[in-house]
């Protein structure tokens, strides 16, 4: 069993074959966080405390307790769930004001318990596995005067460097408390010598890449718009100062949530480092009444000291296999084309069914048909909240049985969280769009957004959509989110538990998820916001596809599929060819190949010889599906960083083949480049077709390919796939 208690030393070990991480029972029965890192076998206890000059001494049950040898002084020492008000003057991982006003604790050690296997957060997404997968430590702490007792949960990995952290908390007085804050996990390091990685953005441009040394004070990233937003993304990596893509040690968390969050980076006057992850306590205040829980969403820490490259691996294997739903890890997922570009909302049954016709002849296997299908939608301005065909514009039964005819499925485009107020439901329900009290409401896109807090409204949102789905054979929804959240009331939340609300508003969007996987199992969600503005762990629970930015440009893809590929699945990104004219079909085409791929546009426009290429773009998709979904991603070179060149490969698990893409983004002044190939088995032989070459695996990561770009102007791109020669 991977998680080992040393008695004598009161040291808690949790390890596998690559990482270990400590924590010390202090003499106080503090919790102090000793080691996080490379798999330890032996380790010297006096060494990885970390002492201070103390100053201070404090009084334990009436008496004064003087410093001994693993006396801590909170304010500098490694802690693994620091509080408020005793001594750390950094920023904590919990803050409870009690009854009495006072927002003082002191968690102590209770107990521990450690069993196999790995539960399910209620409400909440999370990892899963077996108890071959995971092995759990719960850690039992509680605060003598409020009586508040803390449940610190620890899941580590047979397989993988990665621990996941939660944080639920038990109100065991007879009083309301209020949890001001609870971060679900909360990392100490020793130094400062690290370099901060994040992602951040804007519509149209999310996940940009972006990294600096940690300096003294505070940095942090955030989202206050009641999702994760285009702007920031619940991740980071803390890396060391000469850590790339092939090596370096790298410390990264993940947070499986898609609300409001908050990462947040502090060093301390002797140079270390505290890492916080967990709901932003600026938009959060919970009521906890007498015997109420409180669950944290999880964390995954994640530890390599093989680099970037490694991380982003670690991930899409992680995700792929235990957050992303088992109906869909290994089943293919159908090519789609999708009507937004190509109709926005100008379609009716005829012209469907015409579209459908051409998309068979290319070979697409999914039609979704996207906003403007509903209530009486033409326009942006009404109808959200309607989920009911309009049938004067669509005749869906003969749209889906003429699907049926060429073995074809069907998709549909739902906003479930939104309303129009022009829209029946509106009319009739008022009541369930926020808005303040006494205030004139926001609007964004003609819309406000649904009070995802009342059982009321989610159950009526669930109704919509399950009619929807017992009535047609829908076998895909695209779930989107277009604006966010603003004058966040909700009368039936009242004064005392208004602070819940935007985390009760994303508890509500979950549930309703978590329904439809529930009930309708076949069904392949596929969550949009925006473009990406919601592109999280947590959603990607409920669905194995997010849109990931409503840029289509190939060229404009390019950072922001790197960005979105740094710690999410490859298969996991919704990426197509549209007809946007300022790149060519094939670099769209090669640029879609790293995601999900997919087409948007009205194939009735199409010339016969874009026609011919996109049939053959198909016939690769399919070739290269396996490589491309379920293949190791290995970054060769950065857009972010080379504005004149970007590329990456796949490469399979047992090395047997692999699938190198090249995009010139802009024209550079040199016409010839070498690039090493990575991933491959040195002593392997691969044959390219379209190069007519058999190369070796250790040449081609040593010395490279050689590719002469004469002729090549900005927006070009080539793929080449290799097979290994038996």
């Known amino acids: 069993m991977p998680i080992k208690f040393n008695s004598k030393d009161n040291v808690l070990h949790l390890y596998n074959k690559t990482i270990s991480y400590l924590i010390f029972i202090s003499n106080d029965k503090g919790l102090i966080h000793l080691y996080f890192g490379p798999n330890l076998k032996k380790y010297d206890l006096d060494t990885l405390v970390y002492h201070t000059i103390h100053y201070n001494s404090k009084y334990v049950d009436g008496q004064e307790k003087f410093n001994s040898l693993f006396d801590l002084n909170d304010e500098t020492s490694m802690m693994e769930f620091p509080d408020f008000g005793t001594g750390d003057y950094r920023s ?96 100490d390091f020793p130094t400062m010598d690290y370099n901060f990685y994040y992602l951040t953005g804007q519509y149209c441009k999310e996940r940009t890449i972006r990294h600096n040394k940690v300096q003294p004070g505070i940095q942090m990233i955030s989202s206050l718009e009641g999702k994760s937003s285009h702007h920031t993304t619940p991740f980071c990596a803390l890396t060391s100062l000469d850590a790339c893509e092939d090596y370096g040690d790298v410390y990264s968390i993940n947070f499986i949530y898609s609300g409001n969050f908050e990462i947040r980076v502090e060093t301390s006057p002797c140079d270390s480092t505290r890492l916080l992850v967990g709901i932003n306590p600026e938009t959060f205040e919970y009521c906890l009444t007498p015997y109420e829980s409180f669950q944290s969403p999880e964390a995954v820490l994640l530890y390599t000291n093989k680099g970037l490259g490694e991380m982003t691996r670690i991930y899409h294997k992680v995700f792929n296999n235990h957050l992303i739903s088992k109906r869909w890890q290994t089943t293919k997922r159908p090519l789609l084309l999708n009507s937004w570009e190509g109709c926005i909302f100008d379609f009716d049954t005829e012209k469907l069914l015409k579209i459908i016709d051409e998309s068979h002849e290319l070979g697409i296997e999914m039609l979704v048909l996207d906003d403007g299908w509903f209530g009486k939608r033409n326009s942006d301005t009404s109808s959200l909240g309607d989920w009911y065909v309009n049938k004067d514009k669509v005749d869906l039964h003969k749209v889906i049985n003429h699907l049926h005819k060429y073995n074809m499925k069907f998709g549909l485009w739902f906003e479930p969280e939104m309303i ?120 990607l629970y409920y669905g194995p596809q997010v849109w990931t930015s409503d840029e289509t440009d190939a060229i404009a893809r390019l950072t922001i599929q790197e960005g979105t590929s740094f710690c999410f699945p490859c298969s996991s990104m919704g990426s197509h060819v549209t007809a946007n004219p300022r790149t060519n079909y094939n670099t769209k085409a090669k640029v879609a190949m790293m995601g999900t791929f997919g087409y948007e546009l009205n194939p009735l426009t199409l010339s016969q010889d874009i026609k011919e290429m996109i049939k053959q773009q198909i016939k690769e998709y399919h070739q290269y599906y396996n490589l491309t979904h379920f293949g ?55 044959y390219c077709p379209q190069l007519d070459k058999t190369f070796n695996g250790k040449f081609l990561m040593t010395y490279g390919l050689r590719l002469t770009f004469a002729w090549v102007d900005t927006g070009q791109a080539i793929s080449y796939y290799f097979k290994e020669v038996k």
């Open 92 to 187: 904590v991982a919990v803050k409870i004001k009690n009854s009495y006003g006072d927002c003082t604790t002191d968690f102590q050690y209770k107990k521990h318990k450690i069993t196999k296997g790995k539960g399910k957060l209620e409400g909440l997404p999370s990892l899963y596995g077996t108890e071959n997968d995971f092995t759990t430590l719960q850690i039992f702490l509680q605060d003598k005067v409020s009586k508040v007792e803390a449940v610190l949960e620890y899941n580590i990995m047979e397989n993988y460097p990665i621990i996941t952290r939660n944080v639920k908390l038990v109100n065991k007085s007879s009083n309301d408390i209020v949890l001001k804050y609870l971060y679900s996990a909360c990392l």
């Open 420 to 539: 129009c107020p022009d829209s029946d439901l509106y009319r009739k329900h008022p009541n369930y769009a926020i808005k303040s009290n006494n205030r004139y409401p926001t609007l964004m896109r003609h819309q406000m957004v649904l009070n995802m807090t009342s059982k009321e409204v989610c159950d009526n949102v669930y109704q919509q959509i399950s009619k929807m789905l017992d009535e047609y054979e829908i076998d895909y929804i695209k779930w989107d989110h277009n604006r966010s959240i603003t004058e966040a009331y909700s009368k039936e939340l009242g004064y005392k538990h208004m602070g819940e609300f935007y985390h009760r508003f994303i508890l509500g969007t979950y549930s309703i998820l978590e329904k439809i996987n529930t009930n309708y199992p076949n069904v392949l969600i596929e969550s949009c916001c925006g473009g990406g503005g919601r592109y999280d762990a947590g959603m």
């Open 632 to 686: 190791n991603l290995y970054r060769l070179i950065s857009p972010s960083v080379n504005p004149y060149k970007a590329s990456w490969m796949f490469v399979s698990d047992n090395k047997d083949e692999a699938l190198f893409t090249y995009v010139v983004p802009l024209r550079g002044p040199q016409s010839l480049s070498y690039i090493k190939l990575k991933g491959l088995d040195e002593n392997k032989d691969y």
